[in-house]
T-cell receptor
C-alpha cells in the first residue's frame, strides 16, 4: 500500500517541452507539497496546498503550475522546460494538525536535455 | 533568513562505529527541529523531532538534543549498521504548523561492513 505515489519515476525530455508530474496520497491528509532537490541534494519547498487551496508559493517561476483537483492529488505542470529544471521533484503530504511530519513520495527524476 | 547548516559529507564509518552528524541552525524565536532520512531510491521520512529547548528526540537508536544555547541539533547513534546508509537531513520549522520546512543540505552516511 503506497502512501504517497508519483508518476512518472523518470522523465527525460527536451528543452522547451511541457511536462506534468502526478502525485497522489491515500493517507487522508489535507495538505500536500512539492519540493525540488537539486544535484547537490539540497531540498527546497516549492508549493503547498491545503484542501485544494494554495498556501505556500516559494518564488517559483510561473512556468511551474501546481494543480489540485481534489485533496488527494497535487500535480505539477511545467511549461517551457529549461536545463536548470533538471532535478528530483518530491511530492509530500501531511495531516493538518501535524504539518511538519511530512510523508514523501519516491521522487520523480527529471532530466532536461 | 532562517537556515540550517549540516556537516559536509560523505561520512564513512565501519559497522558498530559511533555516529555524529552536526547540525546548526539560524532562526528567530523557537523553531521546531527535525531529522529526516532518505534511503537510496526513496523519498524522505521523518526520523525524529524536538519542539522545544532541551527536548531529546529519539527513534531507531538515533538521538538528537535541541540545544538553544549553541543553536544545534546534532544527530547521534551509538552503533551504526550497514542498513543506516542513507542521506540525513536536518530541518527546522519556525512557525507552528505551517508545514514550511527549511532543510539543510543533507549529509550522506556510508556504513561499511
Amino acid at each position: 500500500d503506497t502512501a504517497v505515489s508519483q508518476t512518472p519515476k523518470y522523465l527525460v525530455t527536451q528543452m522547451g517541452n511541457d511536462k506534468s508530474i502526478k502525485c497522489e496520497q491515500n493517507l487522508g491528509h489535507d495538505t500536500m507539497y512539492w519540493y525540488k532537490q537539486d544535484s547537490k541534494k539540497f531540498l527546497k519547498i516549492m508549493f503547498s496546498y491545503n484542501n485544494k487551496e494554495l498556501i505556500i508559493n516559494e518564488t517559483v517561476p510561473n512556468r511551474f503550475s501546481p494543480k489540485s483537483p481534489d485533496k488527494a492529488h497535487l500535480n505539477l505542470h511545467i511549461n517551457s522546460l529549461e536545463l536548470g529544471d533538471s532535478a528530483v521533484y518530491f511530492c509530500a503530504s501531511s495531516h493538518p494538525t501535524l504539518q511538519e511530519t511530512q510523508y514523501f513520495g519516491p521522487g520523480t527524476r527529471l532530466l532536461v536535455l | 533568513g532562517d537556515s540550517v547548516t549540516q556537516m559536509e559529507g560523505p561520512v564513512t564509518l565501519s559497522e558498530e562505529a559511533f555516529l555524529t552528524i552536526n547540525c546548526t541552525y539560524t532562526a528567530t524565536g523557537y523553531p521546531s527541529l527535525f531529522w529526516y532520512v532518505q534511503y537510496p531510491g526513496e523519498g524522505l521520512q521523518l526520523l525524529l523531532k524536538a519542539t522545544k529547548a532541551d527536548d531529546k528526540g529519539s527513534n531507531k537508536g538515533f538521538e538528537a538534543t535541541y540545544r538553544k544555547e549553541t543553536t544545534s541539533f546534532h544527530l547521534e547513534k551509538g552503533s551504526v549498521q550497514v542498513s543506516d546508509s542513507a542521506v540525513y537531513f536536518c530541518a527546522l520549522s519556525r512557525s507552528s504548523n505551517t508545514g514550511k520546512l527549511i532543510f539543510g543540505q543533507g549529509t550522506t552516511l556510508q556504513v561499511k561492513p
